[in-house]
């Protein structure tokens, strides 16, 4: 048996093991068919919580992580104008702050999005499983 015919045969036995266990969410929740509900639900108030603690997270440290700037230079300045080192340290010390602020706002405001998005993107998904499965019951009455 050739690697495509094996393949094909492979294919073949999984798709009909899937689509006797598959069941969609829309079935269940439409009446369409299928028995029970879905274990997987995306539209979870968890993750919604979790996405809006991550926005106000987000707004809370952009407002306040970034008002010592303009006192830290002018301190910074002051003290190197002086001849002291610690002016010096002072910068280091804010660019350390600014790039972790700064790395702590881009993943909340990845978090947010991106469960943001999981619930449209699913049920896009969710649309297509269903389209292809009727067109394939409705390609196997044409064979």
């Known amino acids: 048996m050739s690697f495509d015919e094996m393949w094909g045969q492979a294919r073949s036995e999984a798709l009909a ?3 006797s266990t598959m069941q969609l969410n829309q079935l269940a929740a439409s009446g369409g068919g299928g028995a029970g509900g879905s274990d997987y639900a995306v539209t979870s108030p968890d993750l919604k919580a979790v996405g809006n603690e991550a926005q106000e997270l987000y707004h809370g440290l952009e407002a306040g992580a970034f008002h010592a700037g303009a006192n830290t230079d002018t301190a910074a300045n002051s003290l190197d104008a002086d001849g002291f080192r610690t002016g010096a ?8 702050w600014r790039s ?4 702590l706002l881009s993943a909340c405001a990845h978090i947010h999005n991106h469960l943001e998005d999981t619930v449209v993107t699913h049920a896009k998904h969710e649309e297509l499983l269903v389209t292809n499965l009727s067109v394939e019951q409705i390609t196997k009455h044409f064979k």
């Open 89 to 96: 340290a002072m910068w280091a010390a804010w660019a350390t």
């Open 100 to 103: 972790q602020a700064e790395a």
């Open 17 to 19: 093991r899937q689509q």
